[in-house]
C-alpha cells in the first residue's frame, strides 16, 4: 500500500483517539502538517508526531496505520472515501458511521465495529469494512449501508438495530444477533441449530445475490470470498421490528 | 466513384441512411444456458422495428459464468428505442414480463455508466408486495423480489446511451435459395462482432418497407423496388431481370464504427461465393438521405 504509514512508537496500552485521521482531511497536506495535528489520548491529547513515526506519502493513496501496542479507538469512524489499512489491532467504534471507503483491520477490531457514534442515530452508511480477526460486540450496530466483514467471530448484538447493509460474520456471533433489526442482512460462517429470538425459521436454499456478495468482496481475501457456497439457512426477523430482516446461517 | 465488384458481385454506389436510437445493454442470467434462451428469447420477441413493435432488440452474445455478475450463464442482449421515455417504459414491462416470470432468471445492467438511466427493478421491485429488499454492493444497487422458485434478483436500473439504428444492406441473388445461404453467411459474421444487433427473425428482413403508402392510414408499406414480382408494373423497380429474391439485413448499433464494422462483415461474407452462389448485387437501403443523419456509403464501408 502506498500512501501515508503511520507507526506507533509510544508507550504500551495507550488509548488514542483516531477520528481525525481520515484520508479525505489528510489528503494534500505534508507530513510536517500531520505530525502537528493534535489528537486526544491516555485522557489528555497529545501531537500526532509523538506518538507515530511518520513516512512519506500522500493519504489520499492509502493510510497505512501500524498500532504497534497502542489502542486506536475510532480508526476510519465518519470515512467517506480512500483506503485506510491497519496492520494489527483495533479499538472501539472502527469505521463507526462510515459512509465510503475502505477500512481493513487485519487484526482484530473492538466494540462497536461499523456501529454508530455515541449520540447519532446511525451506523455506517456505505464503504467496506473488512477484519481478519475477531470484532467485540455490537458490530453493525444501526447500520444502514455498507458492507462489513469479519473473518473470525463476532461478541453480542452483531446487527442490533440494523437498519440496511450487509454484516458478514464468519466464525459466528454472541448472544442476540440481530436483537431489533429491521432490516438487513446478518450473514454467519456457521449453521444456526435454532432461530434467534425474535426471528423465524425461513428455511434453506442457494441464495442468488450471495454471488453478488462475493465478486463484491474480491480482493479482500475475506472468509466469504473463500466460501465455496451460496446455501444458506435464512431466518427471518426481528419480528418484533416487522420481520424483514434477515440472518443467514451458511450451511 | 468508380464501379466496385467484389468476386465478381457487382457493389453498389448508394448509402444505408440510419437514424439516432436510444439503447440499453441487459444481462439476463439463469440456471443454465437453455433458461437463458428461454428468457432472452421471449425479451427480444415481438421486438424486430419500431414501427410496430416499440423498440427493436436481441441477443448481442452470449456470455460465460466468468462473464457475469452472479457466475452462471448470461448473454447480452440490447434494445433500442426512440427515446429514453419510450425505451423505459419498453424495458420495464419485457423485463417484468418476460424475464421475472422465466425460472431462475436475474437480470442486470449491462450497460454501467450513462447521462442517463430508466429503471429495471426499481421500477418492478413493487411486485414484491412489501417483501421486497434491496441490496447495494459498491457502487450497484439490486433488488431481491421473492418469486415462488426463490427470488428474483434485479439491477435497480440501467444506464442508456445514444446509438444508430437501421444500418442495412440488401443482397440481390439469382435465386431464393442462394439469397437465403448467402443472408446466412452474413448473419453469422456479423452476430461474433461486439456493440450491434440484428433484431429481425434470424437476422434477415423479407419484407423491406419504403416510406408511405396508397392506403393513408398507413406509413409503410412493400419496397415496391425491390419486389421481384412487381418487376414488370414497377416503373421505379431496381432489379435487373436475373434476380429472383431480395433479402435485407437491418443493424442496429452502439455507434458509426460498430454498424460500418458490421456491414463489412456482413456484406464481405455475403459475397464470398462470389456470382457462382448467385449472389448478383449489393445495394442499400435509403431515403435520399433526407430523413436520416448517419450514411453509410457502400463503396466507402467496403474499401
Known amino acids: ?251 | 466513384m468508380a464501379d466496385l465488384q467484389i468476386n465478381g458481385v457487382r457493389i453498389e454506389d448508394t448509402f444505408a441512411e440510419a437514424f439516432p436510437m436510444t439503447y440499453t445493454r441487459l444481462v439476463v442470467t439463469a440456471d443454465t444456458p437453455a433458461w437463458v434462451d428461454a428468457a432472452t428469447s421471449s425479451l427480444t420477441g415481438f421486438a424486430t422495428s419500431v414501427i410496430g413493435c416499440g423498440c427493436e432488440a436481441a441477443v448481442e452474445r452470449l456470455l460465460t459464468p466468468e462473464e457475469t455478475p452472479d457466475s452462471r450463464p448470461g448473454a447480452a442482449v440490447m434494445i433500442f428505442g426512440m427515446s429514453t421515455g419510450d425505451l423505459a417504459k419498453h424495458v420495464v414491462n419485457r423485463v417484468g414480463q418476460c424475464v421475472m416470470t422465466s425460472p431462475g432468471s436475474a437480470c442486470y445492467a449491462g450497460l454501467l455508466n450513462g447521462a442517463k438511466r430508466i429503471p429495471l427493478g426499481g421500477g418492478l421491485r413493487y411486485f414484491g408486495d412489501g417483501h421486497q429488499i434491496a441490496k447495494k454492493f459498491g457502487d450497484r444497487r439490486f433488488w431481491r423480489l421473492p418469486v415462488m422458485d426463490g427470488e428474483f434478483v434485479c439491477e435497480d436500473s440501467v444506464a442508456v446511451g445514444k446509438g444508430i439504428g437501421g444500418g442495412n444492406f440488401l443482397i440481390l441473388a439469382a435465386s431464393h435459395r442462394q439469397c437465403l445461404a448467402a443472408a446466412e453467411a452474413a448473419v453469422a459474421a456479423i452476430r461474433p462482432l461486439p456493440g450491434i444487433i440484428l433484431p429481425f427473425p434470424g437476422g434477415v428482413v423479407r419484407s423491406g418497407s419504403k416510406v408511405g403508402s396508397k392506403y393513408k392510414a398507413l406509413i409503410a408499406s412493400t419496397n415496391t423496388r425491390f419486389c421481384p414480382t412487381l418487376r414488370a408494373v414497377e416503373p421505379e423497380t431496381l432489379l435487373s431481370p436475373d434476380v429472383e429474391a431480395v433479402l435485407e439485413l437491418v443493424l442496429d448499433g452502439t455507434d458509426e464504427t460498430a454498424i460500418r464494422a458490421g456491414m463489412r462483415a456482413g456484406i464481405a461474407a455475403a459475397v464470398a461465393g462470389g456470382t457462382a452462389a448467385g449472389v448478383l448485387a449489393i445495394t442499400a437501403g435509403n431515403y435520399g438521405g433526407k430523413l436520416g443523419p448517419h450514411h453509410f456509403h457502400l463503396h466507402e464501408v467496403m474499401a
Open chain 1, 1 to 251: 500500500m502506498s500512501g501515508l504509514s503511520l507507526t506507533y512508537r509510544g508507550d504500551a496500552g495507550m488509548t488514542v483517539d483516531m477520528s481525525a485521521l481520515l484520508p479525505e482531511r489528510l489528503a494534500g497536506l505534508t507530513a510536517d502538517a500531520i505530525a502537528r495535528m493534535t489528537l486526544p489520548c491516555g485522557g489528555g491529547s497529545a501531537r500526532l508526531g509523538d506518538l507515530f513515526d511518520l513516512s512519506a506519502g500522500d493519504a489520499a493513496e492509502g493510510l497505512l496505520i501500524r498500532p504497534g501496542g497502542a489502542i486506536l479507538h475510532r480508526v476510519g469512524a465518519g470515512m467517506t472515501m480512500g483506503r485506510i489499512l491497519v496492520a494489527g489491532d483495533a479499538g472501539n467504534h472502527a469505521g463507526a458511521g462510515m459512509t465510503g471507503g475502505l477500512l481493513r483491520i487485519e487484526g482484530t477490531a473492538g466494540d462497536s465495529l461499523g456501529g454508530v457514534l455515541p449520540g447519532l442515530p446511525l451506523g455506517m452508511r456505505g464503504g467496506l469494512i473488512s477484519v481478519g480477526g475477531d470484532a467485540g460486540d455490537r458490530a453493525g450496530e444501526r447500520m444502514r449501508r455498507g458492507i462489513v466483514v469479519v473473518d473470525g467471530r463476532a461478541g453480542a448484538y452483531a446487527a442490533a438495530f440494523m437498519v440496511a447493509g450487509t454484516l458478514a460474520i464468519g466464525g459466528g456471533c454472541g448472544p442476540h444477533p440481530g436483537f431489533g433489526m429491521r432490516r438487513g442482512t446478518l450473514l454467519i460462517g456457521r449453521p444456526q441449530e435454532a432461530a434467534p429470538d425474535g426471528f423465524a425459521d425461513g428455511g434453506t436454499r442457494d441464495w442468488l445475490f450471495l454471488h453478488l456478495l462475493r465478486r463484491a468482496l474480491e480482493g479482500t481475501g475475506s472468509w466469504f470470498e473463500r466460501a465455496g457456497t451460496t446455501r444458506a439457512h435464512r431466518f427471518i426477523g426481528d419480528l418484533a421490528e416487522g420481520g424483514r430482516g434477515e440472518i443467514l446461517a451458511v450451511v
